[in-house]
């Protein structure tokens, strides 16, 4: 679920002189001027995998509270398994008990996403069945050199990303994870979630899935054709018409707005009339069942 945090805090004097006593933090990173011997910002601390970084007018913590509870559990910092609700709350209170006024920063950033386990590797379904998102195509597309598929789509407020969690992992098992990285805080505020102990929050968890199934229902995931289909020509030059960023971005000019809904319709009836939106429907299914498993253990 939870996965990369940034906090910041709000009043920096407290914990900047509890980073910098040794006794909470026997490791501390500065820039020195070498002429000079003057200590200057930034100052740089860790817990685990987790970076405390102290500027002049400002304290961030930031990294993956999934992987810092991996790394505490096995000495791992990874994410490529499930990160269970009782998980996740044990990170933040152990990352309360390791700091001073948590409760005083507030969430700037924050990923939420989930881990699909399938039958065939992930990145199969990213190249060829995963096209569109709000009718845009993808702003990135890695392959985590050569190691698999990563269609990351950027918008003003997030991004949504669907990638091979497996391949990245080089782990035998197939694995896609569908996640939204908000990257500031007003759709995060709006989701209830203004500091890291709200996301203790059954009820703001739900808020936070809800989000990301709803810009998963804005993905365009159409199956492939069977060799042995009966659709007809124009059908098929209507399905490739509606898979090609470029035919919705010419609908979104100013003269043919008025006909984007009327073919965003026609384009759904074809896909249910062809039988041609079971990954997605599978996709959907998974998501669901998994973050209630994951809330609920």
């Known amino acids: ?28 990173l500065t ?37 810092l509870y991996n790394e505490l559990l096995n000495g791992k910092a990874q994410n490529h398994n499930d990160f269970k609700y009782t998980s996740l709350c044990e990170t933040i209170n152990y990352l309360d008990n390791k700091l001073v006024d948590l409760r005083k920063t507030r969430i700037t950033q924050l990923e939420f996403g989930l881990n699909i386990k399938l039958t065939s590797p992930a990145e199969y379904f990213i190249r060829q069945n995963i096209i569109l998102h709000k009718f845009r195509l993808h ?26 969690k497996a391949k990245q992992y080089d782990l035998k098992e197939h694995i896609i994870r569908f996640e939204i990285k908000h990257i500031n805080n007003k759709t995060i505020q709006q989701l209830g979630v203004y500091n890291i102990h709200d996301l203790k929050s059954k009820s703001i968890l739900k808020n936070l899935f809800d989000n990301l199934l ?12 069977s060799t042995g289909s009966k659709m007809t020509k124009k059908d098929k030059r209507n399905l490739e018409s509606y898979l090609s960023y470029d035919y919705w971005g010419k609908l979104s000019e ?14 759904e009836s074809l896909l249910i009339k062809y039988n041609l939106l079971k990954t997605k429907t599978f996709f959907r299914a998974s998501l669901i069942q998994k973050f209630n498993e994951l809330l609920d253990s």
Request: charged share 30%.
């Open 1 to 28: 679920m939870i996965d990369f945090v940034r906090l910041r805090y709000l009043d920096k004097s407290r914990i900047e002189s509890f980073v910098t006593d040794k006794v909470n933090f026997e490791e501390l």
């Open 139 to 164: 702003s990135h597309n890695e392959q985590f050199g050569g190691k698999g598929e990563y269609k990351q789509f950027n918008h003003y407020n997030y991004y949504f990303k669907i990638y091979d």
């Open 214 to 225: 709803k810009r998963f229902d804005e993905l365009t995931i159409v199956d492939n054709l």
């Open 254 to 267: 100013r003269g043919y707005r008025n006909q984007k809904p009327k073919e965003k319709k026609a384009f």
């Open 31 to 67: 820039v020195l001027e070498y002429h000079s011997g003057d200590i200057r910002y930034p100052f740089t601390a860790n817990i685990g995998c987790m970076e405390i970084k102290i500027n002049n007018e400002s304290v961030y913590v930031k990294n993956s509270i999934h992987k």
